[in-house]
């Protein structure tokens, strides 16, 4: 435990990267698409662009701190929130100050400035609130709980794996899944990390899950994975509502690590033009309350739909079989 000579900032700082986009010489720039990022694992893929020769990045960061930063009488002033990439392979830093999102002085966003040849593979990213304390000027008083990983050359946003995946045939797997024996997957959102248990006792899902390419298989293969995105987006969403801890004057908080992220990411759909807090408050009142949670049911399907990119996959995939059967028929 790190002791410090003068006053910290209790409370959670929560860093989220919103939007990543890429230039090359002579280029537009590209703007890159939910499934380069992760807020579950906390990853950036900028290997996913389209455009292999891109020189800069851009990514769109945003924080929440606690109010008590910028409250009247407290023991700092001049306080700043300020992203932070390192790498410790090229011994490369980068900084970019957030500018204040709300009045609330809570939402803080900004944006960060990449160069590919100062990165080596992977660079670690956080949120640092600085300010003067006792005259001392760039104290840092808080920093975020977890970091983001930005890396350069994946084109999937992992740090070892998205979810965790269970292949069993359910038919003979551990008891609780037997009752969901001719389902084609299960998604249990209890863990550490969600985990999708997928029924290998389900007629050709092992050879779907498994297949690649641009053939029927692989363009299935595409449209299930996003489907159980989805699913899992969903899950994650009402197993953190399920379980927020409540203030004592009934003010819901976000939950710690990826439970928190996910709800950061899915409210803004799911409670339109609402600050985070007050989309958060309104979502566990009509949980708790008598009606207005049935209501919300689309929403958070519309949102879990457009993070898994099931829209896009949808399109792709019909075009896709058409396109083979237009050749069939030729």
């Not at 400035?113 to 593979?121: K, Q, S, T």
């Not at 439970?259 to 807090?277: H, K």
């Amino acid at each position: 435990m790190k002791v410090f000579p003068y006053p910290r900032l209790r409370g959670t700082v929560s860093l989220r990267v919103d939007a990543a986009r890429v230039k090359a010489p002579q280029q537009p720039r590209e703007q890159l698409d939910s499934r380069a990022r992760s807020v579950v694992e906390r990853v950036v893929a900028l290997g996913l662009a389209e455009t292999e020769d891109w020189e800069t990045a851009t990514l769109t960061v945003s924080a929440t701190i606690p109010a008590k930063a910028t409250e009247p009488g407290g023991p700092w002033s001049e306080v700043a929130v300020v992203a932070v990439l390192t790498d410790r392979a090229t011994n490369t830093r980068v900084t970019s100050k957030l500018v204040p999102d709300a009045e609330s002085g809570r939402e803080w966003r900004g944006e960060l400035p990449v160069v590919r040849a100062d990165l080596c593979d992977r660079a670690a990213l956080t949120v640092q609130v600085v300010a003067t304390v006792d005259g001392v000027p760039g104290r840092i008083i808080a920093e975020a709980a977890d970091d983001w990983i930005v890396d350069v050359k994946s084109a999937v946003p992992t740090r070892e794996q998205s979810f965790d995946i269970k292949e069993v045939g359910f038919a003979r797997g551990p008891s609780w899944l037997r009752n969901f024996a001719d389902a084609p997957w299960i998604v249990n959102a209890s863990g550490k990390l969600p985990t999708v248990h997928i029924n290998t006792d389900f007629d050709g899902m092992t050879d779907v899950l498994g297949a690649e390419g641009r053939g029927p298989e692989g363009l299935v293969n595409q449209l299930l994975v996003s489907q159980m995105a989805a699913d899992v987006w969903i899950a994650v969403f009402h197993s953190a509502i399920g379980d927020l801890e409540i203030e004592d004057d009934g003010t819901p908080l976000f939950p710690h690590g990826w439970q928190g992220e996910v709800l950061r990411e899915m409210l803004p759909d799911v409670v339109p033009d609402r600050t985070l807090e007050d989309a958060l408050r309104e979502v566990h009142r009509r949980r708790v309350g008598a009606t207005g949670w049935t209501d919300l049911q689309p929403r958070i399907q519309y949102a879990a739909m457009r993070r898994a990119d099931v829209p896009r996959a949808l399109s792709e995939t019909v075009r896709g079989l058409d396109k083979l059967k237009r050749e069939d028929e030729a």
